[in-house]
């Protein structure tokens, strides 16, 4: 009969031993599906955020790019401007010039003294 009942005892406490072990395993894989659900979460959150970013990236850049093009419009602009005042007054401005440096009208210099 001892035997019996130790044969029992060890068969309860088998039994006990699986059933934590079973409890364990449905605890590990209760977290693991936690850690899985935050990762999930943690992911869906982190697309949202690039989402978001990207967004107001693209806004910005978009602003540069166009702020950009007016001011090479604007350059533009008055790079014909200026070339159009170049043409227009080259010429005078070359005649004037050669005027200057060419008609010399010799002149006794105001500071000047006459000495014997």
Known sequence: MTSQSQGIQQLLQAEKRAKDKLEEAKKRKRLKQA??????????????????????????????????????????????????SYSKYME?????????VCDVKPEIHMNYRITN
Do not use: C, H, P, W
């Open 92 to 100: 005078n401005v070359m005649n004037q010039l050669l005027s200057v």
């Open 35 to 84: 850690k899985e659900e935050a990762m999930a979460e943690i992911d869906q959150y982190r697309m949202q955020r690039d989402k978001e970013f990207r967004l107001k990236q693209s806004k910005i850049m978009g602003s540069q790019s166009s702020l950009s093009g007016e001011i090479e419009e604007q350059t533009q602009g008055q790079i014909k401007e200026l070339n159009g």
